[in-house]
């Protein structure tokens, strides 16, 4: 095992609070792997608006896509809708040469709250296997679900367009799949589309379910949901965010050994989840001119969930993306008018240019995950003497492709990555001055391309002092 002790190289201006006078003119101050990678710009550049938009009139068509609706017809109904999901993936795989593997994840819900009979429900899925051997079982899901409901959600015949929710979400994964497949990744992507949702998540239950009982290593997972619109309810436009939820500390109950070290570390803000929100929104605004990712320290709106919540719950990192002001005379609501105004989730209500932004958010935070190499693993802090410097040891990895390691560090209070040190490829570095009472830290792998993974927080390499300690 290789160990290598350094000096940070800083890769912000500032100098953070600890560094003498004269250590901080022996630090280099410059940016450290901003390198952009022509295939995320490539892959960017390809999502189309307007075959965004064709696809979410096509599943407004459908008339009604409720999970109990009918499933024989060919032109309306859950059955159509779906089965139109499969034949434009299998279309999207031929072109692509047959790089896509397209399968249906087909089962009965037993009689619950929402389906008073056993119903089928089927998952609609697109594989794009990884292409590096060291890589391949490292998977990474981009969802939405195809399902949609008015206000009563046992109505399974009533005009049902679902265009914001979720047939947004729905066509931006059904485009992140047609560009994505004609380009090479070291992991594998699944393009996921999932009915279910409005009668309780059951189809990504019970994909997430199947997922675990696989052993499947999923290292991130994004749902889009309700991602149509930049109109606010109060008539204000905003077409320059997307809302990013992510979960911190799961339920106590939940709590395993690794969540309580976070806590008793004060690493409650740097869960696996959270690294991967950073991520995204770090990817966001070096690909995606004119998107902020807004991140929200929450599993979901309140007291509310998504299709990435059985993925969370199973303890996968995973995250849900909304428009940044949700219009609720749009969603879950009868078409109809009232003292003329238009209440429905209509297709005119959605902005299209918007949706393609967001879904070029996801390709780019899904392009570079695939394409880097995969989280630093057995990451931890030196805490065998008092001392104000800080070392960290990591595990080497394997893939061809890697070139090192950055060593990333903030103030506790801070939400971001502040300061970030390119430490070669070792598995060991010293942050000199920088002491681990005052800062969080954090390891990423690092791509010959630039691309990095999310940051890994540090495990103490011996157990934490009690609090009665000096």
């Known amino acids: 095992m290789k160990e290598c002790v350094l000096i940070a190289v800083i890769s912000m201006a500032l100098v953070p609070a600890g560094i003498t006078g004269t250590q901080s003119r022996r630090i280099n101050s410059r940016p450290v792997n901003r390198r952009v990678d022509p295939s995320i710009q490539s892959i960017v550049s390809e999502i189309s608006a307007v075959r965004i938009e064709a696809n979410i009139k096509t599943l407004v068509g459908f008339h009604t896509r409720n999970t109990l609706s009918d499933t024989e017809s060919k032109t309306s109904g859950i059955g159509a809708a779906r089965r139109w999901i499969k034949s ?231 995250v849900r993306m909304t428009e940044p002001n949700e219009t609720y005379r749009h969603q879950h609501q009868d078409v109809r008018q009232v003292e003329g105004v238009q209440y429905g989730d209509l297709p005119e209500f959605d902005d299209f240019n918007y949706i393609a932004q967001v879904a070029r958010v996801n390709a780019a935070a899904m392009a570079n995950l695939a394409l880097a190499p995969g989280a630093p693993k057995n990451v931890e802090v030196e805490t065998a003497k008092l001392e104000n410097d800080t070392t960290l040891k990591w595990e080497a990895g394997h893939e061809p492709d890697l070139t090192g390691y950055n060593v990333v560090w903030r103030e506790t209070t801070a939400p971001f990555w502040q300061h970030r040190a390119f430490a070669g490829n070792v598995t060991s570095y010293t942050v000199k001055g920088i002491s681990k009472d005052n800062y969080i830290f954090g390891v990423e792998a690092v791509g010959k391309n630039g691309t990095t993974s999310p940051a890994v927080y540090p495990k103490p390499n011996r157990p934490a002092r009690r609090p009665d300690e000096s």
């Open 88 to 318: 434009e993936f299998d279309r999207y795989s031929q072109e692509s040469g047959g790089r896509l593997e397209v399968t249906v994840d087909q089962f009965i819900q037993p009689p619950g709250r929402r389906n008073p009979k056993p119903v089928e429900v089927v998952n609609v899925a697109a594989t794009l296997p990884g292409s590096q051997a060291e890589s391949r079982d490292r998977l990474y899901v981009v969802s939405g679900h195809y399902d949609s409901r008015i206000s009563n959600v046992m109505d399974i015949t009533g005009f049902a367009p679902g265009a914001d929710d979720d047939a947004s979400g729905t066509a931006a994964v059904m485009e992140m799949a047609r560009v994505m497949s004609k380009h090479q990744f070291n992991a594998t992507l699944v393009f996921l589309a999932v009915a279910g949702e409005e009668q309780g998540l059951l189809g990504s239950t019970h994909w997430a379910q199947m997922a675990k009982d696989k052993h499947l290593d999923i290292q991130g997972m994004i749902t889009n949901d309700i991602i149509g619109s930049s109109r606010a309810d109060d008539g204000h436009i905003d077409s320059h965010h997307v809302r990013l939820f992510a979960e911190g500390l799961p339920p106590t109950a939940q709590l395993s050994d690794d969540m309580r070290t976070l806590i008793r570390t004060g690493g409650e803000n740097d869960t696996p989840t959270r690294e991967l929100a950073r991520k995204i929104r770090e990817v966001a605004d070096q690909y995606v001119s004119g998107m902020e990712v807004t991140i929200i320290y929450r599993l979901d709106r309140f007291l509310r969930g998504g299709d990435h919540s059985p993925f969370v719950d199973r303890g996968y990192p995973a």
